[in-house]
């Protein structure tokens, strides 16, 4: 049975946030240890005490989290149970009964000791996140939102919370939609479509020629095409997207049919940067349509205005040199060359690459962009979901 990562209170925080309480010594001493690693020291200087404060909670916190980093959960609950009896309720005592219960993969206590561990004290950080991973375990996404969400009103400068939130929040299931086109996450009905992308060896040469190998094409693509949900931005650090072309049939029925590949990778949560990719099969059936701006304005708005990055890479192999010439004339910047960077084991010779960039502020004041945007964009706006890196505040 799998079990969550979840986080044990950490002493020196504690301590630091003891509202001017009196901690006797010796637990001093043996939170100390504990920082420093030294468990079973840390351990053997709580019992080796000549006179202990049962009435404080810290000494059980200490030695209940010192037994759960040992791995010894059930010494760990007898230690947290009997601190409860002494001490009287305490939020990292809960939390600690928790992280014991989801080490014995007894998830049901876990989730119920970490929820009341967040009623006793919202300020207990550890506790949400440990509640949001044993939902994420379960692929509960919603509940797990949900218990972020609802700790961000007590917690609004907590980074950890506030990256999770970002990692979970819907927006990255809605489609990006105008009159024209459709950018929306894979599903298992786009595996043809997708593996037949693939296979096309001149377009994956231009868009990852290292996702186009035979072997790693079967792997990567029975996995993510299984499992398709909220949790591939959480769980990969990266989006993936089809890009559909919309003909109306008449006033009530339209027609997407699939026209290209695009996505955000390497995304970076603290540096806010992520790298865009897109591409079309049939690149030359769009000359003179826009459809390939299109899509990138879209996505370009999504990316900045909707989530809120910093930056934006792109990296285009040398030899596409037409690609090269389009990304610059967006308004990308060129920040690198690097000579025989890739080695191409098919072709048997280093492929150069440039390494070109956007940042947000170049984004919104690129006056060309405006216009364009303004042409070609009909994107619905979700306004309570805009910028979330600004609407979090970071």
């Known amino acids: 049975m799998k079990t969550p990562n979840c986080k044990l209170p950490d002493p020196a925080a504690l301590y630091r946030n003891n509202a001017g309480e009196r901690i006797p010594g010796y637990i001093l001493e043996a939170g100390n240890l504990l920082t420093l690693g030294e468990i079973k020291s840390c351990i ?19 030695a209940s989290t010192a037994h759960c980093q040992l791995g010894n959960f059930k010494t760990a609950i007898g230690v947290a149970m009997r601190g409860l009896h002494y001490a009287g309720e305490n939020s990292y005592l809960l939390d600690c ?14 989730s119920a000791f970490f929820q009341k561990a967040g009623e006793a004290n919202p300020k207990n950080t550890n506790s949400i996140i440990n509640l949001a991973n044993v939902h994420l375990l379960h692929n509960e ?12 009103k007590a917690n609004p400068d907590d980074a950890e919370i506030k990256y999770l939130y970002i990692q979970l929040h819907p927006v990255w299931m809605l489609p990006i939609e105008n009159n024209r086109l459709r950018i929306r996450t894979r599903t298992p009905l786009d595996y043809q479509f997708v593996t037949d992308c693939y296979a ?17 094409q079967a792997k990567l693509q029975q996995k993510s095409h299984s499992n398709p ?20 049939l008449d006033q009530e029925k339209s027609r997407h049919t699939p026209i290209g590949l695009a996505s955000l990778a390497e995304i970076h949560w603290a540096h806010r940067r992520a790298e865009i990719l897109i591409g079309f099969p049939n690149a030359t059936k769009f000359n003179g349509t826009r459809i390939p701006l299109t899509a990138m304005l879209m996505i370009l708005d999504f990316a ?8 934006l890479t792109s990296v285009v192999y040398a030899e596409n040199s037409y690609a090269q010439r389009s990304t ?12 025989n960077h890739l080695f191409d084991q098919k072709l048997n010779r280093w492929i ?20 364009l945007s303004k042409k070609l964009l009909r994107c619905e706006s979700h306004l309570s979901q805009l910028g979330l890196f600004r609407k979090l505040d970071f």
């Open 352 to 371: 150069s690459i440039y390494q070109n960039a956007m940042l947000i502020e170049e984004f919104g004041e690129n006056t060309q962009l405006a216009k």
């Open 229 to 248: 949900d909220r949790l591939s931005v959480y769980n990969n650090k990266c989006i993936q997207w089809i890009i559909e072309k919309i003909d109306r």
């Open 328 to 339: 610059l004339a967006l308004g990308f910047k060129q920040e690198g060359f690097l000579k």
């Open 141 to 152: 996404i919603d509940l797990a939102f949900a218990v972020l969400d609802h700790s961000l």
């Open 44 to 62: 053997d200087h709580l019992n080796k005490a000549d006179t202990k404060n049962t009435e404080s909670s810290w000494g059980w916190i200490i």
């Open 200 to 216: 096309n060896e001149s377009f994956m040469n231009n868009y990852n020629r290292y996702a186009a190998g035979a072997f790693r």
């Open 97 to 110: 009964l928790g992280v014991a219960h989801a080490g014995l993969g007894d998830l049901s206590n876990a």
């Open 304 to 311: 900045f205005n909707k989530i809120g990055f910093n930056k």
